[in-house]
């Protein structure tokens, strides 16, 4: 029972046929669709076997035809899955008729009802929902489609490609109905098929490409939001110069569509010509957007647009490539995004997302490498290591060939492999070929799970001038080699190549120009040291006196990095590297230290009222809070840092923006991994008063910054704007902590005086954890204004499931019978319960095991729903094994109640699986 069965990398084998046209016909009617497909088909030619085997999910066959002979029952073989014929002529044309219940459908995979029509969502694994068909990457086909709809409720029929005709239908029982006819002329995977028919507003522009090529662009939303798609465009067409001046790349067809929908399971999709985009990703309106929505549009469009070469054109031979597409697309839209932002906040954002999401995804029972050797259910294996980890691998390579090779390499792998479906290892062997660099031992960050350990060590000789630096890799094995040896799959382990950019800074703050033992001159103030070995030395010569290095510069690299950093070096760091990364991790660094000493001494067991340091701990805070939860733990040079970062936003050259990020504290998730067992409420407890001693020590700085960042005129999405309204909101946030009744009059006149989103939610964020009546007021009156806003009242749950207050909980399970919650929408209960979930650990990992019950509630009344959507809460389970042991045995408990559920979707099934071992 409920065992998902294991896919392997390793059995691929060709498809038995190939398709070279596809004809679709699909006519909606009410309660139902039928849909006609026509096959012309082939043996593949690279393929022995004879049988021809049509994947079909909750498909009914009406009809099946053969070079136009209808097919008696004996000749084909149908199940749950699938539609086999045993013999098949060599080429032949297949045509199946099948009827579909595009209304049930709430797994919002294949056809699927919305509130404004109809839309399709194809992959990984869709398209077998809409009709039969070899439903697999490497098989592509030219598809033709014809869409018939009643006019009146779905005006709007759209498929991939060009229009080629449309019209009224005539006869019986077709009044008021219409047709229009899609052709696409790029060969694809059925993974790229998409189709619409709705009643939705349009908004149209033109690009004109390099080569003269007019593309006509339109973005489709819900009647009356075509005031909320400006920005949408702006991206799309941003996206399509970026791509032509960058890598060479343009726009392939003349119709660009993207098409936004309020039920969908991820972001958005990268259908031929015919994108279709979750609301969240195309909807703004500075009253009802943040900065960071309209950043995450601008990311999420390019991502979309730029798969059509880096998915579409050359696609992946199997979905255990997914990364392929994934990771470098990924790569290229963070690219896209350091270029129209600003390069240092969207890295460090990166950083911060990848070791808050894939590390521990990489330390946990779900570890995988970016290209995992089996899997049960391909929808869980569209992860931060495939996506962002993917990413990761794809800078290596650009860091360690450089920026041309790497444009010659992208190059070569579209002249070799265009119009293909292919591996990972084409791509890394077009990058080999341009660069002439050996990529072989490269290839093991596509085969090995876990995240990478660097032990730095240095060692300065002033007789000899010379300073080095010892790098060893530490690569144990994770839970995913312990599975593939017990299947019989041993994986093998070795170190990694990699990209180690370092500088070095004197007691000045002043880069050191670099030579190593062996080069004839110096090279710059900057290194790319090649790591490839279990140990490595780097000689530098003519150091006169021991610097401070700066390891791993712009993330070099998606390794854990391990440095006796002092606190001295640290703050040097903070104040003088040249790269915004390592000035920002300094402090990250420098914060985890002291709160990690606020964590020890607040777990451990001691007297009440108790108010010292114990002596390993260091002392010298300037001023204490009268709370039982003194920080005596935070060194007064810490809080003059942390008041110098603030200023320096002020100075010539100075960045908000940076200064923003730099005094964000390091995230509960990200401090948990570093424990050995995970104590929430202590992480809780000294974050919190780390913030609330720095809103006391400094809050004549938080203040004057505040009052001095206040923009005037109206609002702009830009990196420049933005960045004063993060650094503003932070001062806010910090403020907001002191609870007294100034700050807490500060907080509300944000609020009411907000002429923005972004300020509206940094007030509204700030209040949800104050337990005072302005709260509610702020709350009732927000829900009031904004209910008819769909991801308006999105924020309005995420604020409240966020929230520290003690009744955050309850107020969680209250929510979910609100008017504004619906279990079917994703976004809704994105918002609500992966919210909770995985942004609240004090909550979600409370010691009573409520938080584990209400997650546990959600998946299994979701599960038969919408399986991608009750995993995805599933997979937050993922760390239970590093609780205490009541913690422990409450998650076992849940997990156990999840696992034995009857009829359990493979998808849940696995995470379960997985997470119990
Ligand atoms: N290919 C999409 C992207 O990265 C991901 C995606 C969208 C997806 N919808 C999905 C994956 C549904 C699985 C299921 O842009
Ligand atoms: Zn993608």
Request: glycine share 6%; net charge negative.
């Amino acid at each position: 029972m409920n065992a998902p069965q294991t896919i392997y990398l390793k059995d691929y084998t060709p498809p038995s046929h190939l398709v070279d046209t596809v004809e679709l016909d699909i006519a909606i009617h009410r309660g139902f669709a039928r849909v006609t497909a026509r096959l012309a088909m082939r043996r593949n030619p690279a393929s022995s076997a004879s049988a021809l085997r049509l994947d079909g999910e909750e498909l009914h066959l009406e009809a099946l035809r053969l070079d136009g002979r209808s097919l008696p029952e004996s000749a084909y073989q149908l199940d749950e899955t699938s539609l086999t014929l045993a013999d098949t002529p060599d080429a032949f044309v297949l045509e199946t008729v099948v009827r579909i219940e595009p209304d049930k459908n709430t797994q919002l995979s294949g056809l699927y009802r919305s509130k404004d029509g109809y839309f399709t969502q194809c992959e990984a694994q869709g398209f077998r929902r809409i009709t039969f068909y070899p439903d697999r990457p490497d098989v592509m086909a030219k598809f033709r489609c014809t869409l018939h709809a009643d006019k009146a409720s779905f005006p709007i029929l759209l498929s991939n490609g060009n229009p080629v005709a449309q019209g009224e239908e005539s006869g019986d029982g077709n009044e008021g109905r219409h047709w229009a006819t899609w052709e696409d002329p790029f060969a694809k995977p059925a993974y790229l098929f998409a189709c619409v028919a709705a009643k939705l507003d349009v908004l149209e522009d033109y690009y004109t490409t390099t080569s003269g090529r007019r593309v006509r662009c339109a973005v489709y939303v819900e009647p009356g939001k075509l005031d909320q798609c400006d920005h949408a465009i702006a991206a799309l067409k941003k996206s399509m110069k970026w791509d032509e001046d960058v890598f060479g790349l343009e726009m392939d067809l003349e119709h660009y569509m993207i098409v936004a929908v309020g039920d969908f399971n991820m972001g958005a999709m990268e259908n031929k010509g015919l994108n279709i985009f979750n609301t969240k990703y195309v909807l703004a309106r500075p009253d009802t957007a943040t900065d960071t929505d309209y950043q995450n549009i601008d990311r999420v469009v390019a991502h979309e647009y730029f798969h059509n070469w880096t998915g579409n054109r050359v696609t992946c031979r199997d979905w255990f490539q997914l990364s392929l597409k994934e990771g470098l697309t990924v790569f290229r839209d963070q690219n896209f995004g350091m270029d129209v932002h600003s390069a240092g906040v969207t890295r460090i954002q990166e950083v911060r997302t990848l070791r808050a999401a894939q590390y521990p995804e990489d330390a946990g029972p779900m570890a995988h490498p970016i290209r995992p050797a089996s899997y049960a259910e391909i929808n869980n294996f569209y992860t931060a290591t495939v996506y962002e980890k993917g990413a990761e691998v794809i800078r290596m390579i650009y860091t360690l060939i450089g920026k041309q090779a790497f444009r010659k390499g992208m190059d070569l792998y579209f002249a070799r492999h265009d119009g293909q479906a292919v591996c990972c290892e084409d791509f890394v062997a077009a990058m080999q070929d341009a660069s002439g660099l050996d990529l072989t031992q490269f290839q093991r960050w596509y085969n090995q799970a876990g995240t990478p350990r660097l032990v730095v060590k240095s060692e300065f000789d002033a007789a000899a001038k010379r300073y080095t630096l010892t790098v060893t890799q530490q690569y144990p094995a994770t839970p995913y080699e312990e599975r593939m040896a017990s299947e019989g799959l041993p994986q093998e382990r070795g170190p990694y190549h990699l990209p180690l950019v370092i500088g070095l800074l004197d007691a000045a703050g002043k880069e050191l120009p670099l030579r190593l033992a062996g080069e004839a001159a110096v090279q710059g103030t900057q290194r790319v040291l090649t790591v490839r070995e279990d140990t490595q030395t780097f000689v530098f010569e003519e150091i006169t006196a021991e610097p401070v290095p700066s390891l791993l510069r712009g993330f070099s690299a998606p390794v854990i990095l391990d440095y006796d950093y002092s606190e001295a070096a640290l703050t040097h760091l903070m104040a003088h590297d040249t790269d915004a990364v390592n000035r920002w991790e300094a402090g990250q660094r420098l914060a985890t230290g002291i709160l990690m000493n606020g964590v020890r001494m607040l777990a451990a067991p001691r007297p009440t009222g108790w108010k010292e340091a114990p002596s390993d701990v260091e002392v010298g805070a300037a001023t204490f809070l009268p709370t039982p939860w003194e920080p005596a733990w935070v060194p007064a040079s810490y809080t003059s840092a942390i008041r110098s970062l603030l200023a320096s936003a002020f100075t010539p050259g100075g960045d908000p923006a940076l200064v923003a990020e730099a005094l964000v504290l390091p995230s509960e998730t990200y401090l948990a991994e570093q424990m050995e067992v995970v104590d929430p409420d202590a992480i809780h407890a000294a974050r919190l008063a780390l913030r609330q001693h720095l809103a006391q020590a400094l809050r004549a700085d938080f203040e004057a910054a505040y009052a001095r960042l206040a923009i005037h005129g109206p609002y702009s999405p830009d990196g420049e704007q933005a960045g004063k309204r993060a650094l503003r909101n932070v001062c806010l946030g910090y403020l907001a902590e002191l609870g007294d009744e100034a700050s807490n009059a500060l907080v509300v006149s944000h609020y009411e005086q907000a002429a923005n989103m972004t300020d509206t939610m940094a007030a509204l964020g700030a209040l949800a954890n104050l337990d005072i009546a302005a709260r509610h007021t702020a709350l009732d009156s927000f829900y009031t204004r904004w209910k008819a806003e769909a991801l308006v009242v999105d924020k309005w749950l995420q604020v409240q499931s966020t929230s520290r207050l003690p009744t955050t909980t309850a107020d969680v399970r209250a929510l979910m019978a609100h008017e504004a919650f619906d279990i079917r929408n994703p976004n809704k209960v994105y918002s609500l319960v992966r919210a909770f979930c995985a942004a609240n650990p004090k909550h979600f990992h409370a010691a009573d095991g409520s938080g584990y019950r209400l997650a546990a509630d959600v998946i299994l009344q979701l599960d038969s729903m919408n399986p991608q959507v009750a995993s995805r809460i599933a997979r937050t389970f993922d760390r239970w094994r590093k609780f205490d042991d009541t913690r422990q045995g409450k998650a076992r408990e849940q997990l156990e109640r999840i696992r034995v559920h009857d009829g359990l979707s493979s998808d849940v099934a696995e995470v379960v699986g997985k997470a119990l071992g």
